[in-house]
């Protein structure tokens, strides 16, 4: 590199840099009980009878980054339903949930759902039903609660 290009390389990589850094994105902090039951449009208990996931390119996170999600699919035997229209007892409901898989470079940002449960746990989740895609998704980051794990077999 010559004398002159050596400072608008330098100038380059700091833009580049700036950039990334006004695209970056912090975790979500959780939200208490009641705001969650308040602004839900269900809150429903009940058995996880089935749970699939699989990994995609992020639809949270965009710009100069290579991400990656893992979509879960999860499938409620309905106990309780504490809020919400159409759900009653012994319905089954699906909806998704996601977690990062792969991030790089590695950034802050949000970290999905946490906890995500296993099959047979009980749970309670407070869920915004999407119109548009006709799907549930549970208040990021702590919308699922496991009320009882299941009994893990030797």
């Known amino acids: ?61 965009r710009g100069l ?17 504490d809020k919400g229209k159409g759900a009653k007892e012994g319905d089954q409901l699906t909806f998704e949930a996601w977690q990062p898989s792969t991030r790089f470079p590695a950034m802050p940002g949000p970290q999905g759902h946490q906890p995500v449960p296993d099959k047979g746990d009980i749970v309670k989740t407070y869920l915004l039903y999407d119109k548009k895609t006709k799907t549930y998704h549970p208040f990021m980051p702590n919308g699922i609660e496991i009320l009882q794990q299941a009994k893990k077999e030797k």
């Open 65 to 81: 980054l290579i991400a990656r999600d893992r979509i879960f699919k999860i499938t409620l035997r309905l106990t309780a339903v």
């Open 1 to 61: 590199m010559t004398n002159k290009t050596k400072p608008l390389f330098a100038a380059f990589l700091v833009g580049l840099l700036a950039l990334a850094a006004f695209d970056a994105s912090a975790a979500v902090a959780p939200y208490p009980p009641e705001v969650m039951m308040e602004e839900a449009t269900h809150v429903v208990r009940g058995e996880v009878v089935a749970l699939t996931s699989k990994t995609q390119k992020s639809k949270v996170e």
